[in-house]
């Protein structure tokens, strides 16, 4: 945590980030000014626009995080919604203390802080008064609002860079961390396999499949499912019945001609020279064979990267192009004039022209526009889709009306095939309930789908004859698991009998390991084993499918006195600081929660929670 200015710096543009970026287009006005709290910590009101905010960005950055999009019902599954309520009722605590003690900041320093806001600035770099009102109109907030926020903003900033300063720890408790983190332990290591058997194993019979089954009815329940019942109207589906007119099919053609005419290209060098005397001493060099380009680019101290133009076409190089596109792979052509000035070009390879027919592309162009039309065709349904659900049709209604296709699928918590690949499906099935209305939902590859719940299907035991493969590959593991660590065994007592570990099998060495150090395979716990262990103590390790004797070398001690050392007992006392810095931030917090009067409007709370659905 960096100290008391850079806290308020860092807090103000947080605060620009939550306003600006914001959600002009998401609605956030409509929460009407009767709704403008969500309760109060203290004097200090939370406002309803910042917690819809907060919780906007959230979802969008899990949504970043995970590759697609997620619905404010998986959010709040992860708890976003009272992550973000916490974070403004923190907020709220430190604005009310800052109240309290009369902490605030000046009209010149709040002038300061707004005029340097990127955001706010016009073309010409300046402060922009026009583009700071419409920021704000964008985000329902007048000058007032927005300079009070900001003005309580830079005041928190002060209280938390005086509670969360940077901590100074002392030498000694770096160098005690820096000792541990960099100490080593070697060890001998002999990893079992199949080869170490003594025997094959054998084939389970009937009997133990039939046993592994009883004893395991876990493993082979299936998991409880929602029974979805559908009616679907699907881009594919549409195109047979979409008609495309040749004109539209060459204007597509026309407009992605770039694609299907290709020029012939040439993959070029250029060297160019300040002068075209340089550049003509170059080339009588080069023709005289006492030199190469190759030679006057290295002479220069470039790469050949550097020279290197890739494949053009004879426009991309200007006047030179003709005399480029004229030469011989291989040859040297120059000097040429180039944007650059006079350059040497040498021509690498020769890229033919390539030219794809309108009649060659014709049924790609047509399945592409045809796909493009059921989407809009589809699109163009969903307000009667919407008005026959209102009027209380059924999925049979609506696929007898509507040309839908029904289906029906059993939708659990790993389900990702056919319509249980599409997020936006998947978050609107977890949302139903037995017995409700259907309900639409749109698909992002242009789709549409009214679902409705009909069963949950609870926890289920698959019938034995279902898992057979299953059951059979649990059973040979668990024998080949129980063989090998008979094995081990048995080798691990001849070994601390005195047999060497080499005995029995090919040895992993390692001279050295720290304890963020990786062994492939081995248990999570196995390397803070190791360095609890005794030197020469031969031990057993077990793992899912991992059996081994580790046999613990001796403790190496970091060396304080390495040019690294330094560096790395910095960056340990850093982290160390800042670690601690949060944690008093976080004690500091609580004790305010706990000591200030927290009023929340939990029905004001659930209606932002349904628009946000």
């Known amino acids: 945590m960096a100290k008391g200015g850079k806290v308020g710096q860092v807090a103000v543009w947080v605060l620009l980030a939550m306003l600006i970026v914001g959600l002009a287009g998401f609605g956030i006005t409509g929460f009407g000014t009767s709704m403008r709290g969500i309760g109060t910590v203290g004097e200090v009101e939370i406002d309803a626009r910042d917690y819809a905010r907060n919780i906007q960005q959230e979802v969008n950055a899990l949504s970043a995080q995970a590759g697609r999009p ?41 002038a300061r802080e707004i005029r340097a806001l990127p955001a706010f600035r016009g073309i010409d770099g300046n402060f922009d008064r026009e583009a700071y009102r419409f920021a704000l109109d964008r985000n329902d907030l007048t000058e007032a609002e927005f300079e009070a926020r900001m003005r309580a903003d830079i005041a928190r900033g002060l209280l938390q ?39 094959p194993l054998p084939e389970p019979d009937a009997a133990a499949l039939r046993a592994h089954y009883d004893a395991n009815p876990e493993r082979y329940t299936a998991p409880e499912l929602r029974r979805i019942r559908h009616a679907t109207l699907m881009p594919e589906a549409l195109v047979p019945e979409m008609s495309v007119s ?17 020029a012939e290209r040439r ?39 550097d020279v290197d133009l890739g494949d053009v076409a004879a426009a991309d190089l200007g006047a030179a192009g003709e005399g480029v596109f004229a030469a011989a792979v291989g040859g040297v052509v120059g000097p040429l004039e180039s944007e650059l000035g006079p350059a040497l070009f040498r021509v690498n390879g ?66 990702r095939e056919g319509l249980a690949a599409y997020p936006a499906f998947r978050d609107k099935a977890a949302e139903l309930e037995p017995g409700g209305f259907p309900e639409r939902v749109e698909l992002d590859d242009g789709g549409m789908v ?18 057979g493969d299953e059951a059979r590959a649990a059973v040979r593991a668990e024998a080949r698991r129980d063989a090998l660590i008979a094995r081990r065994d048995a080798i691990l007592a001849e070994v601390r009998a005195g047999a060497p570990l080499g005995a029995f099998g090919i040895v992993t060495v390692n001279p050295g390991i720290t304890r963020d150090g990786f062994i492939e395979g081995a248990p999570g716990d196995l390397i803070a084993r190791l360095f609890a262990l005794e030197p020469g103590a031969a031990e057993p390790v077990d793992g899912d499918d991992f059996v081994a004797i580790l046999v613990p070398g001796a403790l190496i001690p970091s060396d304080p006195e390495t040019a690294d050392a330094a560096a790395i007992r910095a960056a340990l006392a850093e982290r160390a600081g800042q670690e601690m810095a949060q944690d008093a931030f976080a004690l500091v917090a609580r004790h305010l929660q706990n000591r200030t009067e927290i009023r929340l409007n939990q029905t004001a709370i659930e209606a932002i929670n349904a628009q946000l659905r």
């Open 70 to 110: 997620l619905g404010f019902a998986e959010a709040q599954m992860l708890g976003v919604d009272r992550n973000v309520l916490e974070q403004l009722v923190t907020t709220a605590a430190f604005d009310d203390l800052a109240a309290t003690l009369g902490v605030s900041v000046g009209d010149e320093r709040l």
């Open 450 to 467: 009214v679902l409705a719940l009909t069963e949950i299907v609870p926890p289920t035991l698959r019938p034995f004859d279902a898992v």
């Open 350 to 415: 020769v890229l033919g022209a390539q030219e794809t027919t309108f009649e060659e592309v014709r049924e790609q162009l047509f399945a592409e526009l045809a796909l493009d039309a059921a989407r809009r065709a589809i699109a163009a349904r969903v307000e009667e889709v919407e008005d026959l659900l209102a009027g209380g049709a059924t999925l049979d209604e609506l696929a007898e009306r509507m040309g839908m296709t029904l289906g029906t699928v059993d939708l659990g918590p790993e389900t």
């Open 161 to 199: 860079g005086a509670i969360a300063g940077q901590f100074d720890l002392p030498a000694v408790y770096a160098s005690t961390l820096h000792a541990y983190a960099t100490e080593r332990r070697a060890f001998d290591l002999l990893v079992l396999g199949d080869a170490d058997l003594n025997a």
């Open 246 to 262: 040749d004109e539209a099919l060459r204007a597509a053609y026309a407009d992605r001609i770039d694609e299907y005419v290709i």
């Open 267 to 305: 993959l070029v060098e250029r060297l160019v020279f300040v002068d075209r005397a340089a550049a003509e001493a170059a080339a009588a060099e080069i023709a005289a064979g006492r030199q190469t380009l190759d030679d006057l680019i290295a002479a220069r101290g470039l790469a050949p990267a």
